[in-house]
């Protein structure tokens, strides 16, 4: 009678065991052959010592094309010649499913891969261990984020992602035809999470689905990513938000660096966990850091990618990998960030992590008269947003918030090059498939 195990539970101690997974590799030394099983876990060696093994279960394993999915039965045996310190002496195989010839592309070998053709084909991407173990990071880091998030008193919503009007501007809208009538694809939880800052619910968070039509390519934009929103109230400054950011992100990066060792070494990475609280710096500070480094950017300019980017390695050079950039212009800052009146700035902020954007928010205007003097400024109309002033009429508390793209957080984590490579299915300005 055989047990089922797979490579992470199988031990020399088991006699007969049956293996399921894909044949990634096969050998041929003339005299004895190994077929190289792989599942979730890892690899499992089979070893087939040709004056041992029946000629057709010889034939037929030897004989497998790579990829193909297969149950094999055998007798466990001791080795010091695999990593395991076991290998399977088969004595029976199934075959599940042939895999076609040749593949489209491959899973073990060394030569480099465009990253089209490895989007292309993504479910033989994620076959490779260091392509699956950014996932299952990005999984721990929900998990970690749920956590965090509970033990601070926040509850977890859902808002719609089919929207009637836009929080983050026009020019990234998607629209769509909702039975006859325009609606888009919700940029932001923004305008619900404020709205149930009104109900008494606090502290609430979201992380769901948000949609930009961005029209650049780049290697930090897509037009869907995951985006972690949190909104609390009874606040007394932006200040109360930014420490409970730092909060959440040290046990998400603590967390990281403690429970994920194991993929963490499948990349061959370390987590530097910044320590808190992170340092702040103004936007105006930032435009006199900036052009004592020789770049000149009048007040009121977005300090761009380059000068992010810039600020990053001056950061860095300080040894400072997370830092804030707050009190932003508020010209530069949507409708439903409060003015720093009397000023030309706002109760903003930015994190940034290495020289790139990872969350934005601030505190809110919550005083209807204003929060309508401000739309109007902004050029919006106030009528087209009444779902939303309502929530501000009839009695609203002072509160803040903030969206973090999750995608970004683990892409700067880990220092990877793109994106792109923290989504299972990217889309993005020519991508819609798979
Ligand atoms: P913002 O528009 O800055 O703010 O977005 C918040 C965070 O979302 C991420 N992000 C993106 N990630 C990948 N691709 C994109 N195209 C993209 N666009 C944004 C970034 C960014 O910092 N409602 C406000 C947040 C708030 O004030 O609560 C908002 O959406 O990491």
Redesign the pocket.
Known sequence: MSVLRDSKTISAADTAVTIKGWVQDIRNLGGISFVIIRDRYGTIQVTMPKKKIAPELFEGLTTLSRESVVSITGDVKTSDQTELGVEIIPSSFELYSNAAVPLPMGVIDKVNVEMDTRLNNRFMDLRKPEIRAIFELKSLMLELLNEAMTSNGFLQVFTPKVVASG??GGSTLFKLDYFGRPAYLA??P?LYKQMLMSTGLDRIYEVGPAF?A?HSNTN???TE?I?F?GEMSWISSQSDVMSMIEKIIDHILNGLKEKGKKQLAVLGKDVNVPSVPYPVLTYSECLKMLSSAGMELKDGDDLGTEGEKLIGDIMAAKGQEMYWIAEYPELEKPFYIMEKDGTPYSFSFDLDYKGQ??????QREHRYDKLVERMKKKGLDPESFDFYTDAFKYGMPPHG?????L??LLVKMLDLPN?REAILFPRDLSRLSP
């Open positions: 929080a983050e940029q932001s923004q930009r961005e930090r934009h897509v990513f985006s929103d954007e990872i969350s934005s928010g601030g918030g903030w969206g973090i793209g995608e970004r994106i």
